[in-house]
Each structure stands twice: as structure tokens, then as C-alpha cells.
């Protein structure tokens, strides 16, 4: 079992940045691959971001690349996404989501609000 605890969220202008951060717990060592997910309203769930807990492979939807960072602190169990030059276009719900053993483990998500 994973628990997963995303924080970070929080209402930004148009052109900041923002850091969420997604704790993990429990048996930690059974994940594999860590990910950000989004979901704004009226639209499907998205990945945003993804990294593999060893070896450091990152990927990232294509409507963030350049913008946003995923990162991982093993020794914290942690999970980074930077978010630079935000827009309106990435408000949404964002969820942290570990691959433990092929399931799914899902945080509670995160608010972000870009403001124009």
C-alpha cells in the first residue's frame, strides 16, 4: 500500500511559477514510476509529467515541455513538479499517481488557479 499527499497548490498570475510536491509513504519501494496528473474542468484527466524512481527518466506532455520539471528526492520520497510560465490553460486539479507493482495509487489532488 501507498499513500500519496500532494501540496503546493494555489491561485498565481498569469507568467509565475509554482512548486507542488507529492509525499509518498508506505511501501515505497515497490514504486516504480511516479507521475503528475491534471484535470480541468470539462476535460479528461491528463499526464503532464512522469518519472521512474530509478534512474531518473523523465517525460512530459507536450503542452509543458520547456515550461515545467518533474524531480524526485529519494531520501524524502518526494516528488517535485516546478511549474514556470503558467497560463490560464493550466488551472486544473493536479494529481500525484504511483505505479506500485502495476497499481494504481492516486493522491487527492491539488488546486492550481492561473489568473489572467
Known amino acids: 500500500q501507498v499513500q500519496l499527499v500532494e501540496s503546493g497548490g494555489g491561485l498565481v498570475q498569469a507568467g509565475g511559477s509554482l512548486r507542488l510536491s507529492c509525499a509518498a509513504s508506505?511501501?515505497?519501494?515497490?514504486?516504480?514510476?511516479m507521475g503528475w496528473y491534471r484535470r480541468a474542468p470539462g476535460n479528461q484527466r491528463e499526464l503532464v509529467a512522469g518519472?521512474?524512481?530509478?534512474?531518473?527518466?523523465?517525460s512530459y506532455a507536450d503542452s509543458v515541455k520547456g515550461r515545467f520539471t518533474i524531480s524526485r528526492d529519494n531520501a524524502m520520497n518526494t516528488v517535485y513538479l516546478q511549474m514556470n510560465s503558467l497560463g490560464p490553460e493550466d488551472s486544473a486539479v493536479y494529481y500525484c499517481?504511483?505505479?506500485?507493482?502495476?497499481?494504481?495509487?492516486w493522491g487527492k489532488g491539488t488546486l492550481v488557479t492561473v489568473s489572467s
Open positions: 499517481n504511483a505505479n506500485y507493482y502495476g497499481a494504481l495509487y
Open positions: 508506505g511501501d515505497i519501494l515497490g514504486i516504480k514510476f
Open positions: 518519472i521512474t524512481t530509478t534512474g531518473g527518466i523523465t
